[in-house]
């Protein structure tokens, strides 16, 4: 199975394999927490009708990840420059 991006288009002179594991996994732990933030906002703030209305379309990043593992998304916010990789020195 051929993963896109690759890992050495994911890689530079900066960023080796390490840290890119390492912020693929907060990115996507951060993902996941602000999603969960949101399905428990709404949920609080839905009315009885409400809950029975559905739509096909991803609204939230929440939807989003029920449909791409968490780790997926990271890779690609990352490639897309969503999120980038700070080295702490």
């Not at 951060?30 to 906002?41: F, M, R």
């Amino acid at each position: 199975m051929m993963l896109y991006p690759t890992v050495q288009d994911l890689t530079n002179d900066k960023v080796n394999r390490y840290k890119l594991v390492i912020a693929t996994a907060k990115c996507a732990r951060h993902l996941i927490d602000k999603a969960n933030d949101v399905h428990e906002h709404e949920e609080m703030n839905k009315t009885e009708n409400d809950r029975y209305i559905t739509s096909k379309e991803p609204k939230n990043e929440y939807e989003l990840l029920l449909t791409e593992k968490p780790v997926s998304v990271a890779v690609m916010k990352l490639y897309d420059g969503e999120y980038s990789i700070v080295d702490n020195k």
